[in-house]
């Protein structure tokens, strides 16, 4: 009998250590898989906010899509197409597609002057579609540029992104465009591995009843030329 009891605590001591060291390894593990996945996050950003239309990218098919143009931070990694055989509520699918090991991020993009829309509100709205694992990231985006290229206003769903497979679902930001605008770029974004399909798309003007939900960025001339309040003595 005591050698059963020593052996089943003996037992328990094992499994308790094992779990234990299990344990703090995968919350190593996390941690800094949590600031790996930051780093890229940053980068991703980093790029995305340059990121430009450039003519001539053509669908998975070869065709070339009139007004729509791939943009990606890995070149080959990321595909462009139209689905005729899948349709939104009333209009066939666009999509964005990852190619086997795929990271960083591909969209479906395009680029507008910003002359009519200087002064107003816009809203761009869509339907979309995913497949993928939760660890993918989707949304609808929007970026003001001004005359010199630098970014005005922009949101890309950072805060509420489209994770895993998810139904139909409609989605949009919105954006004040100020007089000093030169271009709006808008599309659908896809980071890591998946598919995302677009349909009913609408870029349109609306009152200031919509609430914004793209932030303004500060360019280099409203940063400050030395730090302020290091030591937090003005609230």
């Known amino acids: 009998m005591l050698g059963l009891v020593s052996s089943l605590f003996g037992g328990l001591c094992v499994a308790l250590v094992t779990y234990l060291t299990t344990r703090k390894r995968t919350a190593a593990e996390t941690r800094k898989l949590e600031a790996e996945t930051e780093h890229i996050r940053i980068e991703t950003t980093k790029i995305f906010l340059e990121t430009k239309a450039l003519p001539g990218f053509a669908s998975a098919e070869g065709r070339l899509l009139t007004g729509w143009v791939l943009s990606e931070s890995d070149p080959g990694k990321y595909e462009i197409g139209i ?26 993009m395009q680029m507008v002057k910003a002359e009519s829309y200087r002064g107003k509100r816009v809203r761009l709205s869509a339907y979309v579609k995913t497949t993928g694992p939760d660890a993918s990231s989707i949304g609808l985006w929007i970026r003001v540029n001004g005359h010199k290229g630098e970014v005005l206003l922009f949101d890309n769903m950072e805060n509420r992104r489209i994770r895993g497979t998810t139904r139909w679902t409609q989605h949009h930001v919105v954006s ?60």
């Open 83 to 108: 689905d005729r055989t899948v349709r939104g509520r009333h209009s066939p699918a666009g999509y964005v597609r990852s190619r086997p090991n795929a990271s960083g991020f591909g969209t479906l």
């Open 176 to 235: 004040d465009v100020p007089e000093q605008a030169r271009y709006i770029a808008f599309g659908l974004l896809l980071e890591g591995s998946g598919e995302a399909r677009i349909s009913d798309m609408d870029l349109e003007v609306v009152g200031a009843d919509i609430a914004a939900t793209a932030a303004e960025l500060l360019d280099d001339g409203e940063f400050p030329d030395s730090p302020v309040n290091l030591d937090f003595n003005v609230d």
